[in-house]
């Protein structure tokens, strides 16, 4: 088991999806109340256009299956690589995942 002292420890890592795909970097930390809300991450050019082009999305920590040397996401959190384009609604290029099931 993995102890992480500081939070600061896990950004950069690499994110992988439950079924191996590369999905990004840990770009930040979201927190609320002291505990890790989620986790923004730098998307891979591999699933930029599932998220129409945005540049990061913010995965909630439930969505976390495994912290260690690597992150892993659940792929079901995840819009389908193959379902086309997502309207952008914010500006900011991020896509908050957690409405998507």
């Avoid at 002292?5 to 840990?26: C, R």
Wanted: proline content about 3%; aromatic content about 8%; hydrophobic content about 40%.
């Amino acid at each position: 088991m993995l102890r992480i002292k500081n939070v600061s420890e896990v950004i950069g890592k690499n994110v992988y999806t439950s079924d191996g795909d590369f999905f990004g970097q840990i770009d930040e930390v979201n927190l609320a109340e002291n505990k890790i809300d989620g986790w923004r991450i730098k998307v891979g050019s591999s699933f930029m256009g599932v998220f129409g082009g945005a540049r990061g999305v913010i995965v909630p920590h439930n969505f976390v299956k495994a912290i260690g040397d690597i992150f892993i996401v659940n792929k079901t959190s995840l819009p389908d690589k193959g379902g086309g384009e997502m309207a952008m609604n914010s500006p900011s290029d991020l896509v908050d995942v957690s409405g998507m099931d």
